[in-house]
Nanobody
Framework: QVQLVESGGGLVQAGGSLRLSCAAS????????MGWYRQAPGKQRELVAT???????NYADSVKGRFTISRDNAKNTVYLQMNSLKSEDTAVYYC??????????????WGQGTQVTVSS
């Protein structure tokens, strides 16, 4: 199995910054894409940003220019630097990891979620 531990959420004023981390451990052969998603109350879970194994990135239009996704392959960790936060960024943020747990066996894992609250 693979465990994902998220950290870095919290309460911040509008215009502030937070940095989320998600560390993967366990039965990992190698990691393909990693990403962050979020879910606000009453809304569906939506993509925030993804990063591939060769560091290709993709962002939701709503966060482009404000958020930066990165990864440290040596630590099996993905980060989300969030700047210029807005009240509409308030949500539970989840990391998602696409893992090869063995040769030819691919699995998707989700983190437990971390709350980000932006006060206006």
């Amino acid at each position: 199995q693979v465990q994902l531990v998220e950290s870095g959420g919290g309460l911040v004023q509008a215009g502030g910054s937070l940095r989320l981390s998600c560390a993967a451990s366990g039965s990992i052969f190698n990691i393909n894409a990693m990403g962050w998603y979020r879910q606000a109350p009453g809304k569906q879970r939506e993509l925030v940003a993804t990063i591939t194994s060769n560091i290709g990135t993709n962002y939701a239009d709503s966060v482009k220019g404000r958020f930066t996704i990165s990864r440290d392959n040596a630590k099996n960790t993905v980060y989300l630097q969030m700047n210029s936060l807005k009240s509409e960024d308030t949500a539970v943020y989840y990391c998602k990891v696409d893992v090869n747990v063995s040769w030819g066996t691919r699995r998707i894992f989700w983190g437990q979620g971390t709350q980000v609250t932006v006060s206006s």
